[in-house]
């Protein structure tokens, strides 16, 4: 079976511009969450959807969303991009309930550098 | 505030040792814990998980200890191997209130052949 998968792995950004990541979950897991981990603050839940549906939400500003398509694929966005935002972006994926659903497998990370 | 805390940065324990990892959390509604390990360039990985009703669990050379009363989880390697050297994340959840995992910033560990 193959794993997750994320698009792109590096990035880089200049500060003011969007920028748009996208994850294919393992087939047919309908649990997709994304992480933000920088050296500093470790793994930050930015947001999970199930089955199309924002299901959780962390803490972060509105210029970080995201979407998830019928087939499970997620995208996040974030907007008018800072400095602070240069981090490893991670996905993971898991199947579709109960604890299993926190026993994440999570993919590469996409590597964003604002600058 | 951070409600899941790993306060060592790193460890280093020799090859064939016991290395012990520790974790700390403050919120009571946590009743699930997990483990991760990540090596550079990678995803992390689902090591083991406890739930609260346990105070033990064991996967091989992996076992994980919980003590509610403390607030306390550690990860127990035996023996550890190089390669085990990673950095492994505590984390945590509130299931029956469907929050989202909570992680630690990480201890890496190193063992030295």
């Known amino acids: 079976k193959a794993g997750v998968t994320q698009t792109p792995r590096y990035l880089i950004k200049t500060r003011g511009q969007q920028v748009t990541l996208s994850c294919s979950p393992i087939s047919g897991h309908r649990s997709v969450s994304w992480y933000q981990q920088t050296p500093g603050q470790g793994l930050q839940f930015l947001f999970e959807?199930?089955?199309?549906?924002?299901?959780n939400k962390g803490n972060f500003p509105g210029r970080f969303s995201g979407r998830q398509f019928s087939n499970s694929r997620s995208e996040m966005n974030v907007s008018t991009l800072e400095l602070g935002d240069s981090a490893l972006y991670l996905c993971a994926s898991s199947p579709t309930s109960g604890v299993q659903t926190y026993e994440q497998y999570f993919g590469p990370g996409t590597r964003l550098t604002v600058t | 505030d951070q409600q899941v805390k790993q306060n060592s940065p790193s460890l280093s324990v020799q090859e064939g040792r016991i290395s012990i990892l520790n974790c700390d959390y403050t919120n009571s509604m946590f009743d699930y814990f997990l483990w991760y390990k990540k090596y550079p360039a990678e995803g992390p990985t689902f090591l083991i998980s406890?739930?609260?009703?346990?105070d033990k669990n064991e996967d091989g050379r992996f076992t994980v200890f919980l003590n509610k009363s403390a607030k306390h989880l550690s990860l127990h390697i035996v023996p550890s191997q190089p390669g085990d050297s990673a950095v492994y994340f505590c984390a945590a959840s509130a299931v029956s209130g469907n929050t989202p995992l909570v992680f630690g910033k990480g201890t890496r560990l190193s063992v030295i052949a």
């Open positions: 406890i739930s609260s009703i346990k």
């Open positions: 959807y199930f089955s199309e549906t924002q299901r």
